[in-house]
């Protein structure tokens, strides 16, 4: 499986924009960029997912290089119940195994 | 609409006994997953089921693991001679699709399970 490398933590204010880096250099043409998320005990919850365009939806926006090797997911405005692990995970068309690494683990300063 | 439904939510077992952790997938869903979370490490796949029948338990470990998803009924995760190694955080997901991808995988709050 592509490997991907995100930052062990970051920091944000309150009602301010996020923005999460991810780097797969090793990235196949098939994979699939995911983000979930995991708030403290509790399951991971999908956030997003895209293949080569950026994605919009409720939750996030996720923005992804030209060559695909960096994707950003961002979090328009930051709340105190947006802090969670961020995993960045690839998958291929059909795959369903889920490789979680150790992600991001976002702090939201009030 | 209720979402993956695990119970229970805390489980505590001496070396030796077993352990049954139990999944109800999302309405709709006939595809279920079983991750395990250790302390400190990150979610690692263990196994795919649909009903009755195991598609993938490459990431089960060979001895004393075993799931079923059977035609009623939730899915059981089960662990024989416990120790305590085996005390982690275990999650179901499950999704409506397989196979064809991308999909979302929605996930349980978890068993945590101690070992004492």
């Known amino acids: 499986d592509a490997k991907t490398t995100q930052p062990n933590s970051m920091e944000s204010n309150e009602e301010e924009p996020v923005h999460l880096p991810c780097n797969h250099s090793?990235?196949?043409?098939?994979?699939?960029i995911h983000w979930y998320r995991q708030l403290p005990s509790q399951g991971p919850e999908y956030v997003i997912h895209?293949?080569?365009s950026n994605v919009n939806n409720r939750m996030a926006s996720l923005a992804i290089a030209e060559d695909r090797k960096s994707s950003t997911l961002i979090l328009h405005r930051a709340t105190l119940r947006d802090a969670a692990v961020y995993y960045c995970?690839?998958?291929?068309?059909?795959?369903?195994?889920?490789?979680f690494g150790k992600g991001t683990k976002l702090s939201v300063i009030p | 609409n209720a979402g993956v439904m695990q119970n229970p939510r805390h489980l505590v077992r001496r070396r030796g006994q077993e352990a049954r952790l139990r999944c109800s997938p999302m309405?709709?869903?006939?595809?279920v997953y079983w991750y395990r979370q250790l302390p400190e490490e990150g979610l690692k796949f263990m196994v795919y089921?649909?009903?009755?029948?195991?598609?993938?338990e490459s990431g089960m470990p060979k001895e004393r693991f075993s799931a079923e998803f059977p035609k009623e009924g939730p899915s059981i995760l089960r662990i024989q001679q416990v120790v305590r190694g085996d005390s982690a955080a275990y999650f179901c997901?499950?999704?409506?699709?397989?196979?064809?991808?991308?999909?979302?995988?929605?996930f349980g709050p978890g068993t945590r399970l101690t070992v004492t």
């Open positions: 089921l649909q009903k009755e029948n195991i598609i993938d």
């Open positions: 309405k709709g869903h006939s595809h």
């Open positions: 895209g293949l080569t």
């Open positions: 995970i690839l998958s291929g068309a059909g795959s369903y195994q889920l490789t």
């Open positions: 997901a499950s999704s409506s699709t397989a196979g064809t991808g991308p999909y979302e995988q929605y």
């Open positions: 090793t990235i196949s043409g098939t994979d699939y």
